[in-house]
């Protein structure tokens, strides 16, 4: 105890706190974004954090992870809470050794039980699996993603309110409006869509660069505030039709999509369970 108020000393009148330590963050994915936005998250005072990640710590991730030789073999999830007690003692920080589907309606009330979902795997169905229980619970939720090899990446934050745009419609708006540059895969997790390491190569700083955005953004969201924009691209190298320079940032705002199959019918329900009888 005698050491705490020195532990936050540096943050105070830069963030409240106080208020972090009674937030709940949920974080699926704590591969080499992940494990960053976890850490950034605890190092700002976060109290209480839940970790997701099925996978193993394996040579070829260490040059990019948090974590180092040091935690070999051990989970990602497990791994990054020892690394978190060592930063933010005071954190409650539970591990989940496991895949998110395989949760069950466990997810649900993980979910429920946060206050903002960090979601930091680059497999499209575990996001979109998060989009649907995040948006029935409403639970702000933020997604990202690094462009193949490192040149970029882009931040997606879903506040979840009645006015907001849920992750379908984002993705949904950015396939219609981006190069196919970005249609390139993905590289946040290090995982495949098929579940197999996904060899893609990038610099660990490059995706840590996108995942501070993330923690940075998630961040605002837990603490009451709006995010910039629904979605913020950020290029660490010029990308023809998306980024003219290196170190270019776009900020694109988002309308919900009427016709969107995950929050079209629950924005309808919700204005009718609003309507007086
Ligand atoms: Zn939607």
Do not use: Q
Request: with cysteine.
């Amino acid at each position: 105890m005698t050491s705490t108020g020195g532990r936050w000393a540096r943050l105070e009148g830069a963030v409240d706190v106080e208020a972090l330590r009674e937030r709940h963050v949920l974080v699926v994915g704590v591969g080499s974004g992940g494990s960053t936005v976890a850490l950034e998250l605890a190092k700002a005072g976060v109290g209480r954090l839940t970790l997701v990640d099925p996978d193993h710590l394996e040579e070829a991730n260490v040059v990019r992870h948090e974590c180092d030789d040091r935690s070999l073999g051990r989970n990602k999830a497990e791994a990054v809470r020892e690394l978190i007690r060592h930063r933010n003692p005071e954190a409650r920080v539970e591990a989940i050794p496991l895949d998110v589907f395989a949760l069950g309606e466990g997810l649900t009330d993980l979910v429920a039980g946060a206050d903002l979902v960090a979601a930091c795997t680059d497999v499209e169905p575990p996001k979109h699996l998060l989009n649907r229980t995040a948006l029935a619970a409403g639970v702000p939720a933020v997604y990202a993603g690094v462009y193949a090899r490192g040149v970029g990446g882009e931040v997606i934050a879903c506040a979840a309110g009645p006015a907001d745009p849920c992750y379908a419609c984002v993705v949904s708006a950015l396939k219609d409006s981006t190069s196919p540059a970005v249609e390139e895969d993905l590289d946040y997790g290090a995982i495949g869509p098929d579940g197999t390491i996904h060899r893609a190569p990038g610099l660990g700083l490059d995706v840590r660069l996108v995942a501070l955005l993330h923690a940075k953004i998630g961040l605002s969201l837990l603490l009451g505030g709006e995010a910039p924009a629904t979605v913020l691209l950020f290029g660490t190298a010029a990308v023809p039709g998306l980024f003219p320079r290196p170190f270019a940032s776009a900020l694109v705002s988002v309308a919900p999509r009427e016709d969107c199959l995950v929050c079209g019918p629950i924005r309808a329900d919700l204005m009718s369970a609003e309507t007086p009888r």
